[in-house]
Protein backbone atom coordinates (compact mmCIF):
# COMPACT_ATOMS: atom_id res chain seq x y z
CA UNK A 1 0.00 0.00 0.00
CA UNK A 2 1.22 3.38 -0.77
CA UNK A 3 0.45 6.42 1.13
CA UNK A 4 -0.05 9.31 -0.03
CA UNK A 5 2.17 12.13 -0.13
CA UNK A 6 2.66 15.81 -1.58
CA UNK A 7 6.41 15.23 -1.87
CA UNK A 8 8.01 16.38 -5.14
CA UNK A 9 11.61 15.05 -4.17
CA UNK A 10 12.90 19.54 -4.00
CA UNK A 11 13.10 19.26 -0.14
CA UNK A 12 14.17 23.12 1.18
CA UNK A 13 12.55 24.66 3.85
CA UNK A 14 11.85 28.36 3.85
CA UNK A 15 13.81 30.11 6.39
CA UNK A 16 11.07 32.39 7.06
CA UNK A 17 7.89 30.52 6.34
CA UNK A 18 9.03 27.48 7.78
CA UNK A 19 7.56 25.34 5.07
CA UNK A 20 8.81 23.03 2.28
CA UNK A 21 9.07 25.06 -0.82
CA UNK A 22 8.93 21.68 -2.95
CA UNK A 23 5.17 20.46 -1.08
CA UNK A 24 4.34 23.22 1.38
CA UNK A 25 4.39 21.13 5.01
CA UNK A 26 6.50 21.87 7.59
CA UNK A 27 9.21 20.00 9.10
CA UNK A 28 7.18 18.51 12.12
CA UNK A 29 4.54 17.10 9.44
CA UNK A 30 7.66 15.37 6.97
CA UNK A 31 9.06 13.97 10.18
CA UNK A 32 5.67 12.41 10.96
CA UNK A 33 4.25 12.07 7.34
CA UNK A 34 4.50 8.08 7.59
CA UNK A 35 2.87 8.27 11.09
CA UNK A 36 -0.28 10.01 10.15
CA UNK A 37 -3.95 7.99 8.87
CA UNK A 38 -5.20 8.99 5.69
CA UNK A 39 -8.02 11.53 6.58
CA UNK A 40 -4.82 13.30 8.41
CA UNK A 41 -3.07 13.44 4.99
CA UNK A 42 -5.50 14.57 3.06
CA UNK A 43 -6.58 17.43 5.42
CA UNK A 44 -3.19 18.36 5.23
CA UNK A 45 -2.90 18.45 1.61
CA UNK A 46 -5.67 20.43 1.09
CA UNK A 47 -4.31 23.22 2.96
CA UNK A 48 -0.93 23.11 0.81
CA UNK A 49 -2.23 25.34 -1.50
CA UNK A 50 -3.45 28.43 0.69
CA UNK A 51 -0.91 27.75 3.20
CA UNK A 52 1.71 28.90 0.50
CA UNK A 53 0.21 31.35 -1.36
CA UNK A 54 -0.29 33.05 2.55
CA UNK A 55 3.32 32.87 2.88
CA UNK A 56 3.85 34.49 -0.58
CA UNK A 57 5.91 31.51 -1.85
CA UNK A 58 5.52 29.48 -5.30
CA UNK A 59 5.92 25.93 -5.21
CA UNK A 60 9.43 24.59 -6.62
CA UNK A 61 8.87 22.12 -9.41
CA UNK A 62 9.66 18.54 -9.07
CA UNK A 63 12.98 16.97 -9.82
CA UNK A 64 14.30 15.83 -12.65
CA UNK A 65 16.74 13.67 -13.28
CA UNK A 66 19.68 14.99 -15.37
CA UNK A 67 21.20 13.06 -17.83
CA UNK A 68 24.40 11.25 -17.79
CA UNK A 69 27.35 12.56 -19.59
CA UNK A 70 28.54 10.21 -22.39
CA UNK A 71 25.52 7.20 -21.03
CA UNK A 72 22.86 6.28 -23.17
CA UNK A 73 19.49 5.98 -21.93
Do not use: N, Y
Not at 2 to 30: M, N, S, W
Not at 52 to 65: I, T, V, W
Amino acid sequence: MTKTTPCIAVCFIDPTADLCLGCGRTIQEIARWHRLADAERLAIMAQLPARMAAAGLQPLSPAKPKPVAGGSA
